[in-house]
């Protein structure tokens, strides 16, 4: 289960609205390398993993992730706040304002919403991890495309914290692999998946 | 800044170090020096946690903190998402 712990991890404070940067923010909510994505997809991955360290660190890391959707959610609240229906126009965020007023709903950037086609579970621990390892670095790529379109210190300072985060998540999750192959190659000499081939490497 | 606030944002940091502790150690469970920075930071959080309350009343993060005596305060703003000031 989980408990609820009402801070957020690292602060969000924006003074100035600005549904243009809204728009883009919002695809590391629901878009194909965002958070929600993400804490999917560390969480379902764990059950079928026969290592601790492993169900430890996608338990974990997962978790923190619930932690950085609502970090975005937040700075998507902040950056929508109070507008004028001019300023809704002028900045092209009439286009979602039809459908979701100033809610925040899971979409990317490009308006597209959320899919579980974003996130695999495949029930063999080298393909999930290096699916994570991957989703990491995507994540960090979109972190420096967003860091790159935005001048507001208050936007940037948040921005800058999730993407450190992704670098260190990428470092524990290569660990987690390297643990696995190295069990994997003291005694798994068929090449056997240890998910599912429950006597592998016995 | 007011004290309030400066008090808040070291106990969020000692959270930080804690949770950076704990994954560390979900892939290096035998780490001693880990260990050992675990549990000094942790001392560190309850430490800043009673100098907070001493000042300026419960620290309340989940529900679990809230007491209540004539009502129920866990609803209370701000929310996470809103803005501090």
């Known amino acids: 289960m989980w408990q609820y712990e009402k801070k957020l991890q690292y602060p969000v404070n924006i003074k100035n ?6 728009k883009i923010i919002i695809s590391q909510y629901g878009g194909p390398d965002g958070e929600l994505g993400a804490s ?27 932690a950085h959707m609502e970090m975005v959610c937040a700075m998507v609240y902040q950056l929508t706040r109070n ?27 490009s308006a597209l919403p959320w899919r579980a086609e974003y996130i695999q579970s495949k029930g063999d621990i080298i393909a999930d991890l290096h699916e994570d390892l991957a989703a990491e670095q995507k994540a960090r ?25 992704e670098i260190v998540h990428y470092q524990r999750f290569g660990e987690a692999l390297r643990l696995t192959t190295d069990r994997l190659n003291s005694k ?5 998946n240890p998910n599912f081939d429950k006597n592998c490497g016995k | 800044m007011n004290e309030k606030m400066m008090l808040k ?16 150690l979900d892939t290096h469970p035998h780490d001693q020096k880990a260990i050992g920075m675990l549990r000094e930071y942790r001392r560190r959080r309850r430490e800043m946690i009673a100098k907070y309350e001493t000042q300026f ?29």
């Not at chain 1, 601790?52 to 992730?65: A, M, Q, R, S």
């Not at chain 1, 965020?93 to 100033?102: L, P, Q």
């Not at chain 2, 903190?65 to 000031?85: A, L």
Request: aromatic share 14%; with cysteine.
């Open chain 1, 83 to 109: 507008l004028t229906p001019e300023q809704i126009k002028a900045s092209g965020f009439d286009t979602y304002f039809v459908d979701h007023t100033a809610s925040v709903y899971p979409i990317a950037a």
């Open chain 1, 40 to 66: 999917m997809r560390y969480l379902t991955q764990r059950y079928g993993m026969p290592y601790n360290e492993v169900k430890g660190i996608l338990t974990d890391v997962g978790t923190e992730e619930l």
């Open chain 2, 57 to 85: 009343g419960p620290y309340v993060k989940t529900v679990d903190d809230v007491h209540p005596k004539d009502c129920w305060n866990w609803i209370d703003s701000p929310w996470p998402w809103e803005r501090e000031v």
């Open chain 2, 9 to 24: 944002r070291k106990i969020d940091a000692l959270d930080f170090a804690i949770h950076e502790m704990v994954l560390f």
């Open chain 1, 188 to 192: 798994n000499f068929y090449a056997c």
């Open chain 1, 17 to 22: 609205p600005n549904p243009k940067l809204a």
């Open chain 1, 141 to 165: 790529v979109t972190y420096d495309n967003l860091i790159r379109l935005i001048d507001d210190p208050d936007v940037l300072d948040p921005l800058k914290f999730l993407r450190q985060r």
